[in-house]
Structure formats: structure tokens, C-alpha cells
């Protein structure tokens, strides 16, 4: 496919997604020319290698050899590492937002919020936290850099500090949603229980409050939390 189409990536896309269509979501995942594999067994895998390899072939793809990982206990893929330990933030990522300097102007914050963006399915209350810096995004805001901004941007940075490494489902275990809202935002918090009892967490997710909706009563707000993250 000739390169600087501006269709290019997504019909690549679509094309590798019908050609790896019976395994797709069921033992690979793939992001444009990215592939991966992933089983619980090594026979099992061996099989499902086999089973994409011949899939590619079929359709005419080829693979360069020095750019193949096979079997491998942990990889890196879109930024973040991947073993059967869960998922965790690609050390880089974490050490872009640990050494960001103290913004001046609001360019360097939608720099740091969109770094911190990345990663918010790490941090819990992400949006309820950032909402001092998202104000000094809008337009015909005046420039204000206080103790509640500086709070906000320290405890971004140390949410990272110690971010979790967040576990992948699995079938035995039994699912847990936690919801909180505040007067800014909602929170919430997916994760597994397992047959021994250990609690284990998916992920985080949030979002702001637009205007009308943070005139709701208290209870009002924690039911919109639920729906919300039941959707």
C-alpha cells in the first residue's frame, strides 16, 4: 500500500481485520502491522501461532522474521506492558509525567493532561482530580496558578508514582463495580474477585460534570454514577 494516503491506515486496518477475522478477539489482537498472539497453554498457543501464520499466508501477507517475537512471557504494545500479571504503564510514559515541569502557560497543560490522559484507566478519580487544571483550558480564562492548581498537578504526578498494575479478567472470577460521585464528577472502579477471595482491579474510569448536571441532588448524582459506568 503506497505510503501518505490519507485513507491508508484505516483501509490497512480493515483489511488485516478481515483477513485474521476467525481469530480476532479470540486468541489476537492487531493494530495495523502490530500483532499479537496470546494464549493461557503453550500447546494451545503453538496452535493459535500456527493458526495465524496461515491465516497471513493465505491472504498473500508476509512477516519480516527479525521483527517477530514468539513466545514471550511479556511484551510491550501500544505503550503499555502486557503479561499474565496484568497491564502496567510503559515506564517512559510514567517518567514524561513524574518530569514535567511546573506549567507556565495553558499549551503546557494540555501537554501534561494529555500525557496524563493516556494513563487515566490508572488513576482513580482522575477527572475529579484534574478539574482545577481543565479550567485554566478554556478559552477567556484568566491565567491563575494557586495552591489548588499545584495540589492538583502534585497529585497527578504521584497517582503515577504508584500506579497499579491493573489485572486481566478472568472467567472464574466474579465481577465488582464501585461507583462514586462528586460535586465535579463521577468515579468508578471495575474489578474481580477471585475463587480464593483476592480483589483485583480492571480498571478506573471518570468524567467531568457538565454544568447541569452538577445541579443534581447528592443521590441523584450517585445514580447518574452507576448508569454511567453500567454503560
Not at 491506515?9 to 492487531?30: A, D, G, I, W, Y
Not at 515541569?101 to 494540555?110: A, D, E, G, N, V
Not at 477527572?127 to 479550567?135: F, G, N, R, T
Amino acid at each position: 500500500m503506497p505510503f501518505g494516503l490519507r485513507n491508508a491506515p484505516s483501509t490497512f486496518q480493515r483489511m488485516v481485520n478481515h483477513v485474521l477475522q476467525p481469530v480476532l478477539h479470540k486468541c489476537c489482537e492487531c493494530y495495523l502491522d502490530d500483532i499479537v498472539i496470546y494464549s493461557s497453554a503453550f500447546e494451545q498457543h503453538y496452535h493459535n501461532v500456527q493458526r495465524v501464520l496461515k491465516l497471513l499466508h493465505q491472504a498473500g501477507l508476509t512477516l519480516k522474521l527479525e521483527k517477530c517475537h514468539f513466545f514471550k512471557q511479556k511484551l510491550e504494545f501500544l505503550g503499555y506492558f502486557i503479561s499474565s500479571e496484568g497491564i502496567q504503564p510503559q515506564e517512559s510514559k510514567i517518567r514524561a509525567v513524574q518530569e514535567f515541569l511546573t506549567p507556565k502557560h495553558p499549551k503546557q497543560i494540555h501537554r501534561f493532561l494529555g500525557l496524563c490522559s493516556w494513563l487515566k484507566s490508572f488513576i482513580p478519580h482522575f477527572s475529579d482530580i484534574a478539574v482545577p487544571l481543565y479550567a485554566l483550558t478554556k478559552k477567556k480564562q484568566r491565567w491563575k496558578w494557586g495552591r489548588t492548581e499545584q495540589n492538583a498537578f502534585d497529585r497527578l504526578k504521584s497517582c503515577l508514582t504508584r500506579a497499579p498494575v491493573l489485572a486481566l479478567p478472568t472467567e472464574e472470577s466474579t465481577l465488582e463495580l464501585y461507583t462514586d460521585a462528586s460535586d465535579a464528577g463521577l468515579g468508578a472502579e471495575l474489578g474481580q474477585r477471585l475463587s480464593d477471595g483476592t480483589y483485583q482491579v480492571l480498571t478506573y474510569a471518570s468524567r467531568t460534570l457538565p454544568p447541569p448536571e452538577r445541579n443534581y441532588s447528592t443521590t441523584e448524582k450517585e445514580c447518574l454514577a452507576l448508569i454511567w459506568a453500567c454503560e
